[in-house]
């Protein structure tokens, strides 16, 4: 049992690490590591029971694989069915087969070497997913394919925690005489249990707790969900965290999705820390000492290998030379599950525990030289590897009467109905990524920065009757809307600004054609609420064109004093007052 003091100091090693390690921009799961370092038996010695410590934060992974569950709706898996199901298992497999077969060459018995190429191949989905978003490269197409072996890796995790007792040598002479049908029956026995109680009895009682309004105890009831199908799938000999996973797949498309994994969100990121620093404390640090050189070895070849395997398999699939090297850096190091199945392995007695520790810690190291190495394959690429970048794409002659700026949310609208109407145009947009995003879904979109003058006498806008102008960010919308009036101006202007503050320094440079973002929509909704409360639709309309014309005339008026806050914040009051007393009338007149 974890004592107040033991707590305490799990606490504050999990603060003081993980705050250090983000401020370094770095992953939170190599900060507890860290600590469990610092703090274990080969650093600081301050805490003894790690296997106590261990024992608790299991419930971790049993919560982790309880949410992927929760994640893994049908809709979702259909749609990356080619990356999960492509990918992924050709990732697993060959990467299993290469490094179990180094393993069986050194010596270690073919069922071991199998455990061990398994576990080797399997990468971190929160440290990879983790840095790549920090990195922006998540909507890549490296990024999408390194989510998606990820996420086939969580789910090839399941069977490997069902069959692993069976490798057990404990367990040889009962699966020779036909005991794994037995095991089966089991797994069969629970799925059935979790589906049918969870259509029958789950999902009604979730709804009877829902309606209670009681915050804590729809928590209470999310917990024991957990809880008793993990203990379910125990009580049948199979892992409970298969059992919490079936749980988490049964409600993916239930109603209690979101708020189950907000409110179990906490416990499992605190779990899983604690199951970190407990992984961090029992590494055996005297290895370094004593076998220095095996373990830089067994780490280096795993990397390698897994750099090599998926570089090539990605660049079979079709990807160019740069996105597969970038999907090969992203997915080199270990994960967290290959500390679980060889911890597992090692009680079950697949292999020796001096194995196990020396994976464990091998692991360790390429969690920790994994972010390092993606960040030294990107400055590399950058400077010496990467093509001279291009200012802007080519564009080809079309005399378009219509440029879009900014092909976000806005732009790609406005684009779909001219496509419909059979109308061209001409797209630009300044992000990369982004341009080869919304190209795979067959859209004709150039990239380059639109405030760039080359770039828009490239994009014709001195033949072009429009300009849409629908770029995010405000200065840049700015800059371009300036040099369009300047040196284009036959060229009408329609501009998307993101406030008050933005329109009005369009307006500073010429624009008249403004509409806010959100302002049409609240307009919109403004409207319906009206009718909602009874109001006629034809009043209710005309309510909102009066506010519209009102707002309007208001944001001219301001624009005049805008340098002057006095006046403007009088201009404001004054405004509110007229507002309501056009209002009052109309209720007067009605009345």
């Given at each position: 049992m974890i004592s107040l003091a033991q707590t305490a100091i799990l606490l504050a090693a999990a603060v003081v690490a993980v705050s250090l390690f983000r401020f370094a921009r770095l992953s939170s799961i190599l900060g507890y590591l860290v600590?469990?370092?610092?703090?274990?038996?080969?650093g600081l010695n301050l805490i003894g029971d790690v296997g106590g410590i261990l024992q608790v934060s299991e419930f971790g992974i049993v919560l982790l694989l309880f949410i992927i569950g929760l994640e893994l709706q049908p809709t979702r898996l259909w749609?990356?069915?080619?990356?999960?199901?492509?990918?992924?298992?050709?990732?697993v497999a060959l990467c299993s087969l290469l490094l179990g077969a180094g393993a069986w060459a050194l010596g270690v018995p073919p069922i071991a070497s199998a455990v061990i190429g398994f576990g080797l191949s399997l990468s971190s989905t929160p440290l990879v997913l983790q840095v790549l978003a920090e990195r922006g490269q998540l909507k890549t197409q490296y990024g999408r394919g390194a989510f998606g072996i990820l996420l086939f890796q969580d789910l090839a995790v399941l069977p490997a925690l069902a069959l692993l007792p069976m490798l057990a040598p404990s367990s040889?002479?009962?699966?020779?005489?036909?005991?794994?049908?037995?095991?089966?029956?089991?797994?069969?026995?629970?799925i059935v249990a979790v589906i049918g109680g969870g259509r029958l009895l789950l999902r009604p009682a979730l709804r009877v707790v829902a309606r209670a309004q009681v915050s804590e105890v729809f928590t209470a009831a999310a917990l024991l969900t957990v809880i008793a199908t993990a203990l379910l799938a125990n009580l049948a000999g199979l892992s409970m965290a298969l059992g919490a996973f079936l749980a988490g797949v049964l409600l993916a498309d239930s109603e209690f999705r979101h708020e189950?994994?907000?409110?179990?969100?906490p416990f499992k990121g605190l779990l899983l820390g604690l199951f970190f620093i407990a992984v961090g404390m029992s590494a055996n640090l005297g290895l370094l000492e004593s076998e220095p050189l095996t373990l830089l070895a067994l780490t280096a070849a795993f990397l390698a290998v897994k750099i090599v395997a998926v570089t090539a398999l990605a660049r079979l699939a079709g990807l160019r030379g740069d996105s597969a090297r970038r999907l090969g850096f992203a997915l080199p190091a270990g994960g967290e599950f290959a500390f679980v199945l060889f911890t597992l392995a090692a009680r079950d007695g697949v292999f020796g525990r001096a194995t196990s520790d020396l994976l464990i810690l091998a692991v360790t190291l390429s969690m920790i030289l994994g972010p390092l190495l993606l960040i030294a394959h990107e400055a590399i690429q950058n400077r010496w590897l990467?093509?001279?970048?291009?200012p802007y794409d080519a564009i080809e002659e079309h005399d378009n009467l219509v440029i879009i700026a900014g092909f976000g949310r806005v732009g790609q609208i406005v684009a779909r109905i001219l496509r419909v109407k059979g109308i061209p145009f001409t797209a630009l947009d300044n992000s990369q990524t982004h341009v080869d995003f919304v190209r795979r879904f067959g859209n004709k979109v150039y990239y380059g920065d639109a405030s760039r003058l080359e770039l828009l006498r490239a994009a014709g806008a001195d033949r072009a009757r429009i300009l849409v102008l629908a770029i995010d960010d405000a200065d840049a919308s700015t800059r371009t809307a300036a040099l369009a009036r300047e040196y284009f101006p036959r060229l009408k202007i329609y501009a998307r600004?993101?406030?008050?503050?933005?329109?009005?320094?369009l307006m500073d440079v010429g624009v008249t054609e403004i509409v806010r973002d959100t302002y049409a929509s609240s307009l919109?909704?403004?409207a319906w609420v009206l009718e909602g409360l009874g109001e006629a639709p034809a009043t209710a309309r005309e309510a909102v064109r009066k506010f519209r014309q009102h707002d309007e005339a208001t944001l001219a008026a301001q624009y005049q004093v805008k340098?002057?806050?006095t006046k403007f914040l009088a201009t404001t009051r004054e405004s509110a007052a007229q507002l309501e007393k056009l209002f009052e009338s109309d209720r007067s007149r009605s009345g």
């Open positions: 600590a469990g370092l610092v703090i274990g038996p080969w749609v990356m069915r080619r990356i999960v199901f492509g990918y992924g298992p050709a990732q040889a002479t009962h699966a020779a005489s036909g005991s794994w049908w037995i095991t089966l029956l089991k797994l069969l026995a629970v189950l994994e907000a409110d179990l969100e990467a093509p001279p970048p291009q600004a993101r406030n008050r503050q933005h329109a009005f320094a919109e909704i403004a340098e002057d806050e």
